[in-house]
């Protein structure tokens, strides 16, 4: 299962997905871009919401990513 800081990806919004298919990125790729990016908030976000960013073929990407838990009480990441 895609992970980011040992927590699981578990769901990808559909706007998230589509602009992701655009960018012929899959969940595999979001997992590698995501443990190779960086903190690039330009903006407040509430708490648990970070940005992230990666530079791909001469671009930045941002990537955000909201913590949440789940009635068990995991972690797990629900949007990219």
């Known amino acids: ?3 980011y800081r040992n ?4 769901a990808i919004t559909e ?6 298919e655009e960018l012929g990125l899959n969940l595999d790729d979001i997992e590698r871009m995501l443990n190779e990016s ?3 908030a330009d903006s407040r976000r509430k708490e648990g919401i970070e940005e992230r960013c990666v530079r791909k ?3 930045i ?3 955000v990513i909201e913590l949440k ?3 068990s009480g995991f972690e797990y ?3 990219v």
């Open 1 to 3: 299962m895609a992970s």
């Open 7 to 10: 927590i699981p990806i578990r």
């Open 15 to 20: 706007s998230a997905s589509g602009e992701a």
């Open 38 to 40: 960086y903190e690039c």
């Open 57 to 59: 073929d001469g671009k």
């Open 61 to 63: 990407i941002k990537i």
């Open 69 to 71: 838990t789940s009635k």
């Open 77 to 79: 990441l629900q949007r």
